[in-house]
């Protein structure tokens, strides 16, 4: 009788069990799997984008019912650095902060588009302060002088203006300050710090300059540099750096000294970047407007006072800064123009104080100082901000 075959658990050698570590089971994702992708989540972006932008035009709507104004530099400010905190990368920070300036940009003029003034024309450093702050989709209006910025903004012909207010290298801007003293009435609502890199722009070979345009505090930021690399060049003062980089693209042995993006603008080499003296080199901007901002509380104050010309009168002036806890983190004084002595002029007094003007300490500080004064403006309280990249 034959014998049944015995069964057997084995597998046999010629099975093959599909595990999870299977090549067919991890495939690599694949330059058309990726686009694919990329595709899917660029309509998802769309979608949430213009989402938001409804959103931020009913919110406008609301505003206006309820006579807020549309822009606010601490609103705006706080959204920015809440998303930067929430990124974890790979995209650079810098890259998500302009994504989002100009998102907001972009839903804010759905509302109405801002009308900005800056000492221009484009591209000048205040140009792309004014950038920086509102972004592009805003009406930016170039101005020749920075008490025209003033006077567009006293008139009413725009809602904000941009101005430079002091820099790292060279102090206060006189312009300005002159400007506040003759319109108080304007308030600084938001503060720009622009770390400002400066290039030598032209259309000829480094060796071939024989005149080097811009303005005057530009040229004094490159000084030493420009003295010992190009000293054959005649130095010239222009209205601001846009308007010495358009000399330089019609002239054949000109340069001029300005940013990377007037290079882009007037179609000019790059001859050498960087070349400011001071590598911390910052140029501090206000934003102007007809009221301040409301607080926020990491806010600082402007003032500009007049105290008697007597000895010990700026001590006994700033002595209830210190009593009341207030910290003057800048100073400046300032010749009151047409002053009758000559010989020994009235000086007026630029300062800023931590806090804001609503703040219980800055307002007890304020009133005692100005007990002690001939005249004193609060030229606004507004958020403080960082220094980022021209």
């Given at each position: 009788m034959a014998r049944k075959p015995t069964s057997t658990n084995r597998t046999p050698e010629t099975a093959k069990v599909p595990t999870s570590e299977s090549p067919d089971s991890k495939r690599a994702p694949t330059l058309t799997t990726l686009r694919g992708e990329i595709d899917q989540l660029d309509q998802d972006l769309v979608g949430l984008l213009n989402r938001r932008a409804e959103i931020a035009s009913q919110i406008g709507q609301i505003k206006h019912h309820q006579g807020l104004e549309i822009w606010s530099a601490a609103r705006e400010d706080e959204v920015i650095a809440r998303a930067l905190a929430a990124s974890q990368g790979p995209l650079p920070i810098e890259t998500l902060r302009l994504i989002f300036r100009e998102l907001m940009s972009g839903s804010?003029?759905?509302?109405?588009?801002?009308?900005?003034?800056c000492l221009g024309p484009k591209h000048s450093?205040?140009?792309?302060?004014?950038?920086?702050?509102?972004?592009?989709?805003?009406?930016?209006?170039?101005?020749?002088?920075?008490?025209?910025?003033?006077?567009?903004?006293?008139?009413?012909?725009?809602?904000?203006?941009?101005?430079?207010?002091?820099?790292?290298?060279?102090?206060?801007?006189?312009?300005?300050?002159?400007?506040?003293?003759?319109?108080?009435?304007?308030?600084?609502?938001?503060?720009?710090?622009?770390?400002?890199?400066?290039?030598?722009?032209?259309?000829?070979?480094?060796?071939?300059?024989?005149?080097?345009?811009?303005?005057?505090?530009?040229?004094?930021?490159?000084?030493?540099?420009?003295?010992?690399?190009?000293?054959?060049?005649?130095?010239?003062?222009?209205v601001s750096t846009a308007a010495a980089a358009e000399l330089a693209q019609r002239e054949e042995f000109a340069a001029a000294v300005a940013s990377r993006s007037a290079a882009q603008a007037y179609r000019l080499?790059?001859?050498?970047?960087?070349?400011?003296?001071?590598?911390?080199?910052?140029?501090?901007?206000?934003?102007?407007?007809?009221?301040?901002?409301?607080?926020?509380?990491?806010?600082?104050?402007?003032?500009?006072?007049?105290?008697?010309?007597?000895?010990?009168?700026?001590?006994?002036?700033?002595?209830?800064?210190?009593?009341?806890?207030?910290?003057?983190t800048w100073i400046e004084s300032f010749p009151i123009p047409n002053s009758q002595d000559e010989n020994d002029p009235s000086y007026l007094f630029f300062?800023?104080?931590?806090?804001?003007?609503?703040?219980?300490?800055v307002q007890k500080a304020i009133e005692t100082v100005r007990k002690r004064c001939e005249r004193l403006?609060?030229?606004?309280?507004?958020?403080?901000c960082k220094v980022i990249e021209a």
């Open positions: 804010r003029s759905l509302q109405r588009t801002l009308r900005v003034a450093y205040s140009y792309l302060a004014a950038v920086a702050k509102f972004g592009e989709a805003v009406e930016h209006v170039p101005v020749g002088s920075i008490a025209a910025v003033f006077e567009e903004l006293n008139r009413r012909h725009v809602e904000f203006g941009i101005v430079p207010l002091e820099n790292s290298t060279d102090g206060r801007i006189a312009d300005t300050l002159d400007m506040f003293i003759k319109l108080p009435n304007v308030k600084i609502r938001a503060e720009v710090k622009l770390r400002i890199h400066h290039c030598l722009l032209g259309r000829c070979e480094w060796g071939q300059v024989r005149r080097v345009y811009s303005k005057s505090q530009a040229l004094s930021q490159c000084r030493n540099w420009l003295g010992k690399n190009l000293p054959q060049a005649t130095k010239v003062e222009v080499n790059i001859l050498t970047e960087n070349i400011e003296d001071q590598l911390h080199n910052v140029t501090r901007f206000a934003v102007l407007a007809e009221v301040a901002e409301q607080r926020t509380g990491h806010d600082k104050t402007s003032l500009m006072l007049r105290l008697p010309n007597q000895v010990g009168s700026l001590v006994k002036t700033l002595s209830p800064f210190e009593k009341f806890g207030v910290n003057l300062m800023d104080i931590d806090g804001h003007e609503s703040d219980p300490q403006d609060i030229l606004g309280s507004y958020p403080r």
